[in-house]
């Protein structure tokens, strides 16, 4: 990404710097804080409650679902990841995709968002079957994504090769444009320092098609931070939270790398597959 291209946070007003630190969590312990731009170290449910009603824009984010691994075993009796295992190298726990954590995620998502604030979320195929209709309960559900990762990963009664983004609205939305199509092609991350980081294009599109030059943009599940640099590049304001140290650490190292740079130093070039047509 040239620097010339991006949105500099110094580019916003004292007023708009002002109004952003005045939505933030005050209790929460801060690990990156760069004008326009807030990482915290917190439990997403912690972060979502302390967040003032109506003070974020759009949420976009990517839980740490569980859907896979707590209903899809193999024959050998093996899931596909255990997060929270120490031994295994992993960063963060799973949040799971039970109904009363995803009640509670949803009624604070929709407390925190404006009248006309938007939800992306990112699910796999067994969580999105198991709470699609809870999520009407607290959106409007508005279309259903697909990521198409363009190359097949691993697999049992058929590989996968894409994952799911529920778009909703608090009450009404438009976006920014009819041409939006609901199947994305974008490779996933190969080689990536964080576990299931996914690329920057994702939330670029989803911010290209909703998002207005200094909103505020919220990730809870903010992971490497890949959120915060599409609100970046899109003149957007962020804040996001991470129940992982490390992750957070992650965070404020790429975040501060890019602003100063214009280096992703995480993602180093872009996934869109050759001939594809950039969304944003």
């Known amino acids: 990404m ?22 933030m969590p005050k209790e929460t ?18 972060f979502l409650a302390e967040l003032p009603s109506e003070s974020v824009d759009i949420i976009v984010t990517d839980p740490a679902y ?23 190298g992993k960063w ?3 949040f799971h995709d039970t109904l009363e ?7 604070l998502c929709k407390k925190a968002l404006k009248p006309n604030g938007v939800l992306y979320v990112m699910f796999d195929s067994f969580s999105l079957l198991t709470l699609g209709n809870t999520l009407r309960d607290f959106f409007n559900v508005k279309n259903v994504i697909t990521w198409d990762k363009v190359n097949m990963g691993m697999g049992h009664n058929f590989r996968r090769r894409h994952e799911f983004i529920v778009y909703m609205t608090k009450s009404k939305a438009k976006l920014n444009s009819k041409s939006f199509p609901d199947v994305w092609r974008i490779k996933r991350v190969h080689g990536a320092t964080y576990p299931t980081q ?25 992971g490497s931070s890949s959120a915060a640099i599409a609100a970046i590049n899109k003149g957007c304001k962020f804040i996001g939270s991470d129940i992982s140290e490390k992750a957070c650490s992650l965070s404020s190292e790429r975040i501060k790398a890019y602003i100063e740079t214009g280096m992703d130093i995480h993602q180093k070039k872009s996934l869109l597959p050759e001939g594809e047509k950039k969304l944003f």
């Open 66 to 88: 569980s859907g896979m691994n707590q209903k899809m075993k193999f024959g050998n009796g093996r899931i596909v990841g255990n997060y929270g295992k120490e031994d295994n």
């Open 101 to 107: 954590n995803y009640e509670e995620f949803l009624k």
């Open 29 to 46: 312990f801060k690990s990156f804080d760069k004008d326009g731009v807030k990482i915290y170290h917190n439990d997403c449910m912690k």
């Open 198 to 222: 996914k690329p920057t294009e994702i939330f670029e599109i989803m911010l290209a098609a909703s998002a207005k030059k200094g909103d505020v943009i919220c990730d809870p599940f903010t």
């Open 2 to 23: 040239n620097e010339k291209n991006i949105m500099r946070v110094d580019n916003f007003t004292k007023k708009d710097i002002d109004n952003f630190n005045s939505i």
């Open 92 to 94: 963060f726990e799973e």
